[in-house]
């Protein structure tokens, strides 16, 4: 067995792991920067949300991607992007109250296809409260071709074996994406560095209210409504975000 770095480890919680493992290896960023190969058993027991990139991210001018990084709220660092796409999953993944820790292109996932050697790097691995891993692929529908569907479904057949979530992204809700992207601009812990105004805000939306209501009976909006959205970001005030969101929306308390 290859050990993994000290502080990745994870217990396995399952006594077994399925038929299958042998057929796989992955390759990871290891301490020092040095690539790690292992068994897919042995990979169970690697912290991937806390590894390094695998990959470069090539960034160059007429390239048809648009590359960049997001800063994280749950990680408190910058996750790297390769699409427009992968920057709104990972933001999703940030605005995910189960989701832990969550790290881009976390490994190559190397298999035979038949003969030939075939190798694929996911775009995110994210780990849930629970301690479940989701590996995460984001792809447009239209732009997936049958090198890349076999990719997919070897990688979707060994997260299967590893007791994993493995989970393909083509698009986000419109509306639900446009309120999260507003909301993340609040998503910095210095926008609750007011704790006094968060508590007013818990206690004027107490019972179910509109947005710009509740605001106006803690203070000054142009003072209090970055705290409040920061309350929406982090969950602690909820609202329907399949809706726009506007200064009439109903925010509550959420449900303890």
């Known amino acids: 067995m290859i050990a993994a770095p000290w502080g990745w480890l994870r217990t396995n919680g399952s006594a077994e792991l399925s038929v299958g493992l042998d057929a796989f290896e992955?390759?990871?960023?290891?301490?020092?920067?040095?690539?790690?190969?292992?068994s897919?058993?042995?990979?169970?027991?690697?912290?991937?949300?806390?590894?390094?990139?695998?990959?470069?991210?090539?960034?160059?001018?007429?390239?048809?991607?648009?590359?960049?990084?997001?800063?994280?709220a749950t990680v408190s660092a910058h996750v790297e992007y390769e699409s427009w796409l992968e920057r709104d999953e990972a933001?999703?993944?940030d605005f995910d109250p189960d989701v832990v820790g969550f790290a881009a292109q976390p490994?190559?996932?190397?298999?035979?296809?038949?003969?030939?050697?075939?190798?694929?790097?996911?775009?995110?691995?994210?780990?849930?409260?629970?301690?479940?891993?989701?590996?995460?692929?984001?792809?447009?529908?239209?732009?997936?071709?049958?090198?890349?569907?076999?990719a997919f479904a070897a990688t979707a057949r060994a997260c299967a074996s590893m007791g994993w979530v493995y989970r393909r992204v083509s698009e986000h809700d419109r509306v639900w994406l446009a309120n999260v992207q507003w909301l993340a601009g609040y998503r910095h812990p210095r926008h609750r560095v007011e704790s006094t105004v968060a508590a007013l805000m818990a206690t004027a939306f107490a019972e179910?209210?509109?947005?710009?209501?509740?605001?106006?009976?803690?203070?000054?909006?142009?003072?209090?409504?970055?705290?409040?959205?920061h309350l929406l970001w982090s969950k602690e005030l909820m609202v329907d975000l399949s809706q726009r969101l506007e200064s009439v929306s109903i925010v509550s308390a959420a449900a303890r």
Do not use: M
């Open 26 to 38: 992955v390759g990871f960023v290891g301490s020092g920067g040095v690539e790690v190969r292992c």
């Open 40 to 72: 897919l058993a042995d990979a169970v027991a690697v912290g991937f949300e806390r590894v390094p990139p695998i990959r470069s991210i090539p960034s160059y001018r007429g390239q048809r991607h648009n590359p960049g990084l997001y800063w994280s």
């Open 91 to 93: 933001l999703a993944l």
């Open 107 to 150: 490994f190559w996932l190397f298999w035979r296809d038949g003969h030939k050697r075939r190798s694929h790097a996911p775009d995110f691995f994210a780990r849930r409260a629970d301690g479940t891993g989701v590996v995460i692929d984001c792809r447009p529908a239209v732009r997936i071709k049958p090198r890349d569907a076999a």
């Open 208 to 229: 179910p209210r509109p947005l710009i209501e509740g605001a106006r009976s803690v203070g000054d909006p142009v003072a209090v409504l970055p705290v409040l959205h």
